[in-house]
Nanobody
């Protein structure tokens, strides 16, 4: 199983970025999917969750600004980030979980300048 993120970069505060995660080795429609982020020196936090059969949920810090989705035809998951703030600066990683295992991508850097 492999997950590979793309779409990170540098954006000004108030701007938008879309992250994509290409998944191989399993179907995104058969697992729970998540996006997490990790700032330097801090623990990783999950910012968006999309479990099978449920609506997406978000951390309070990003609710109303970020949107998680999955595209079964392309076997990808995405994170659309709007109204970005400097405190959103972090390495963002996608995560896919089955009952018996969890898989993370290597991450992509998102930097929001003030």
């Amino acid at each position: 199983v492999q997950l590979a993120e793309s779409g990170g970069g540098v954006v000004q505060a108030g701007g938008s970025l879309g992250l994509s995660c290409a998944v191989s080795g399993l179907s995104v429609s058969s697992v729970d999917v998540f996006w997490g982020r990790q700032e330097r020196g801090k623990e990783r936090e999950v910012v968006a969750t999309f479990r099978r059969g449920s609506s997406a949920t978000y951390a309070d810090s990003v609710n109303g600004r970020f949107t998680i989705s999955r595209a079964s035809a392309k076997n990808t998951m995405t994170l659309q980030m709007n109204s970005l703030k400097p405190e959103d600066t972090a390495i963002y990683s996608c995560n896919a979980r089955k009952v018996e295992a969890a898989y993370w991508g290597k991450g992509t850097q998102v930097t929001v300048s003030s």
